[in-house]
């Protein structure tokens, strides 16, 4: 059954750090990886898809890798601002399921000024 | 496009009634999938949809229902509510998410009193 970590559960930071947020499963037959954000009392909005095939995505001040063999992905977020405070989930895309997504339990992360 | 609408945003249901979560997409996506999230849970898969026609059970089903008559419409149905089914309610869907992202509507809060 995969199952999909991800560490640390919180995390506060000053603003302009780099950081960096986890994400582990324990089946590498995937399709996909993404990360999510999450804004409180909202719904999800996708930030990067990783296919299987792919080490790395990059969107602006984000970058996601992944590394399919051991079951890893990590999203690095480079000059941290309050505005990216937020809830950031993982999820994968389970392979010959219909593309289930089976998601972390996220990283609430808080930007202070 | 309006992307994934779901209602109602809020519900206040009482133990043992009965009622239907909407949601509607309008970007002919073939997948869709329902999901709960309860707090520091991240998000379970109630149900999913590969197309009209054809459901499946995902890894939290009982004491819900879907169909899917429709490409554009995926409704889940909750019989005789009990408290546990209090949670988030998200819907989202996807072209296919062994390769596309998944998009997903705002939520709707149900609580079972």
């Known amino acids: 059954k995969q199952e999909v970590t991800q560490i640390p559960a919180a995390l506060s930071v000053p603003e302009g750090e780099n950081l960096v947020l986890n994400c582990s499963f324990t089946d590498s037959a995937i399709y996909n990886l993404q990360w999510f954000r999450q804004d409180p009392g909202k719904g999800l909005t996708s930030l990067l898809l990783i296919q299987s095939s792919q080490r790395e995505q990059t969107s602006g001040r984000l970058n996601a890798s992944l590394d399919k063999s051991s079951g890893r992905s990590t999203l690095y977020i480079a000059a941290s601002q309050p505005g990216d405070s937020a809830t950031y989930l993982c999820?994968?895309?389970?392979?010959?399921?219909?593309?289930?997504?089976?998601f972390g339990q996220g990283t609430e992360l808080s930007v202070k000024p | 496009n309006a992307g994934v609408t779901q209602t109602p945003k809020f519900r206040i249901l009482k133990i043992g009634q009965s009622m239907t979560l909407q949601c509607a997409q309008d970007?002919?996506?073939?997948?869709m999938y329902w999901y709960r999230q309860d707090p520091g849970m991240g998000l379970k898969l109630i149900y999913y949809?590969?197309?009209?026609?054809?459901?499946d059970k995902g890894e939290v089903p009982n004491g819900y229902n879907v169909s899917r008559s429709t490409t554009e419409d995926f409704p889940l149905r909750l019989e005789l509510a009990a408290p546990s089914q209090t949670s988030v309610y998200f819907c989202?869907?996807?072209?296919?998410?062994?390769?596309?992202?998944?998009?997903f509507g705002q939520g709707t809060r149900l609580t079972v009193v």
């Open positions: 949809s590969v197309g009209a026609g054809i459901t």
């Open positions: 970007m002919n996506h073939n997948y």
């Open positions: 999820a994968v895309a389970i392979y010959n399921q219909g593309g289930k997504l089976i």
């Open positions: 989202a869907s996807s072209y296919s998410t062994t390769v596309t992202e998944a998009f």
